[in-house]
């Protein structure tokens, strides 16, 4: 009679190498997070004017667009380590260059550089990845996406307290030291996730071109699917981000402050949603339920805050917006994660995170648009149109859970 099979076992979880990752995502995003409130008016002192301001931050996605991919094809090729530490040095040197600039020149140098340095995400995301099994990738996923949103709670806040007009570069040198605090922090405890076998079999495989790699990647493919999900959510999400604040001011006759204070409710919805509350929903429904899910109290999120005729009310949509957010974000990673193998985990990241970029380019000049032409709420009404005829089921009916 046959022995009985040996159940497979179930990898290692490196607790300490991810609560790494978790400091290291978090330091980046306080970091990057500091400037936020502070880059627009450093850019109006060297003479921009607010249309050339806005063109900032298309200079950063542009960067992340057309570097993430690249970025994480080096991690599976040289690993996770090395493109860390290289895109967290970019981010010092992006700091350095705002800090030091004397032209309008200088300031989208480093907004260039900062978008092509920002691969930590996705190679955040392979990372997990490599160290975690498939069922419980969401969870994790979830966790770094926390150490995100934590980030983007904290820094704006500090920014705002470092903003001094006799000191204008003083935001971007405490954001270099952080950055170069982070470094060390990832040189000295970040381990390597990938073997010297694994970085060696994807040196060597042979790959085609950049544009070929990306066609064959998505076209028809369920890593396809997932990327086309992930554009269609940032676009709605981007475009509500672009807008939300114009939508205040001019329904509710809001300031910055108070829209400030809602911006902070959302963060820590998506903060409690993706740490706490993503692993165990994903544990019920799974993945590409939770995705759908997700998009759905997005969508509901939406028309609430589109429609508020109370504060209350605005609240509770903006607070179905961000747990939204919180769900679908990281069971798309978890569910993209589960579609690339082993040798592409940070190109199949990259690409994600590069549709992700490619949205907050479009979405907001669409956004605009509506929001001058049509209504203040329409370019929220018009999101949730597109996420319950397009991108629902899109999510619903193509993604098909992978073989692990």
């Given at each position: 009679?046959?022995a009985?099979?040996?159940?497979?076992?179930?990898?290692?979880?490196r607790?300490?190498?991810?609560?790494?990752?978790w400091?290291?995502?978090?330091?980046d995003?306080?970091?990057?997070?500091?400037?936020?409130?502070?880059?627009?008016?450093?850019?109006?002192?060297?003479?921009?004017?607010?249309?050339?301001?806005?063109?900032?931050?298309?200079?950063?996605?542009?960067?992340?667009?057309?570097?993430?991919?690249?970025?994480?094809?080096?991690?599976d090729r040289?690993?996770?380590?090395?493109v860390?530490?290289?895109?967290i040095?970019?981010?010092?040197?992006?700091?350095l260059?705002?800090?030091?600039?004397?032209?309008?020149?200088?300031?989208?140098?480093?907004?260039?550089i900062?978008?092509m340095?920002?691969?930590?995400?996705?190679?955040a995301y392979?990372?997990?990845?490599?160290?975690?099994?498939?069922?419980?990738?969401?969870?994790?996923m979830?966790i770094?996406?926390?150490?995100?949103?934590?980030?983007?709670?904290?820094?704006?806040?500090?920014?705002?307290?470092?903003?001094?007009?006799?000191?204008?570069e003083?935001?971007f040198?405490?954001?270099?030291?952080?950055?170069a605090?982070n470094?060390?922090?990832?040189?000295?405890?970040?381990?390597?996730t990938?073997?010297?076998?694994?970085?060696?079999?994807?040196?060597?495989q042979?790959r085609?071109?950049?544009?070929?790699?990306?066609?064959?990647?998505?076209?028809?493919?369920?890593?396809?699917?997932?990327?086309?999900?992930?554009?269609?959510?940032?676009?709605?999400?981007?475009?509500?981000?672009?807008?939300?604040?114009?939508?205040?001011?001019?329904v509710?006759?809001?300031t910055?402050?108070?829209?400030g204070?809602?911006?902070?409710?959302?963060?820590?919805?998506?903060?409690?949603?993706?740490?706490?509350?993503?692993?165990?929903?994903?544990?019920?429904?799974?993945?590409?339920?939770?995705?759908?899910?997700?998009?759905?109290?997005?969508?509901?999120?939406?028309v609430?805050?589109?429609?508020?005729?109370?504060?209350?009310?605005?609240?509770?949509?903006?607070?179905?917006?961000?747990?939204?957010n919180?769900l679908?974000?990281?069971?798309?990673?978890?569910?993209?994660?589960?579609?690339?193998?082993?040798?592409?985990?940070?190109w199949?990241?990259?690409?994600?995170?590069?549709?992700?970029?490619?949205?907050?380019i479009?979405?907001?000049?669409?956004?605009?648009?509506?929001?001058?032409?049509?209504?203040?709420?329409?370019?929220?009404?018009?999101?949730?149109?597109?996420?319950?005829?397009?991108?629902?089921?899109?999510?619903?009916?193509?993604?098909?859970a992978p073989?692990?």
């Amino acid at each position: 009679m046959d022995a009985p099979l040996e159940p497979t076992p179930t990898p290692e979880i490196r607790r300490g190498a991810l609560a790494t990752v978790w400091l290291t995502l978090f330091l980046d995003l306080v970091a990057f997070g500091i400037i936020i409130p502070v880059l627009p008016y450093y850019a109006e002192s060297f003479g921009a004017s607010a249309k050339v301001v806005t063109l900032l931050s298309t200079t950063y996605s542009l960067a992340q667009f057309a570097f993430a991919p690249v970025l994480g094809r080096l991690s599976d090729r040289h690993g996770r380590r090395p493109v860390m530490l290289i895109s967290i040095a970019g981010s010092i040197a992006a700091m350095l260059s705002l800090a030091a600039a004397h032209t309008l020149f200088f300031v989208f140098l480093a907004r260039a550089i900062g978008g092509m340095s920002n691969a930590n995400i996705s190679t955040a995301y392979a990372y997990v990845a490599d160290q975690v099994p498939g069922n419980q990738r969401a969870k994790y996923m979830g966790i770094m996406g926390s150490a995100i949103g934590f980030g983007f709670v904290v820094g704006p806040a500090i920014g705002g307290v470092l903003s001094r007009p006799d000191l204008p570069e003083l935001p971007f040198l405490v954001g270099a030291v952080l950055s170069a605090i982070n470094w060390l922090m990832a040189l000295i405890l970040l381990p390597e996730t990938r073997s010297p076998e694994q970085r060696a079999a994807s040196e060597t495989q042979k790959r085609p071109r950049l544009l070929a790699a990306i066609r064959g990647a998505l076209w028809g493919t369920p890593l396809g699917w997932l990327v086309a999900t992930y554009f269609g959510f940032f676009s709605v999400f981007a475009a509500m981000e672009s807008t939300f604040a114009l939508f205040c001011e001019a329904v509710f006759d809001w300031t910055s402050r108070e829209t400030g204070y809602l911006f902070s409710l959302i963060g820590v919805v998506i903060l409690l949603t993706q740490g706490v509350l993503v692993g165990r929903v994903v544990a019920w429904l799974g993945e590409q339920r939770t995705m759908v899910a997700g998009l759905a109290i997005l969508a509901v999120g939406l028309v609430a805050t589109a429609f508020a005729p109370n504060v209350p009310v605005l609240a509770l949509g903006a607070a179905g917006i961000a747990m939204g957010n919180g769900l679908v974000t990281p069971s798309i990673s978890a569910l993209v994660s589960q579609t690339a193998s082993a040798e592409e985990q940070g190109w199949a990241q990259g690409l994600t995170q590069s549709s992700a970029a490619f949205a907050r380019i479009l979405a907001p000049i669409g956004a605009g648009l509506v929001f001058e032409w049509i209504g203040p709420g329409v370019p929220m009404a018009t999101g949730a149109v597109v996420l319950l005829l397009i991108v629902g089921p899109i999510a619903a009916a193509k993604v098909r859970a992978p073989v692990e």
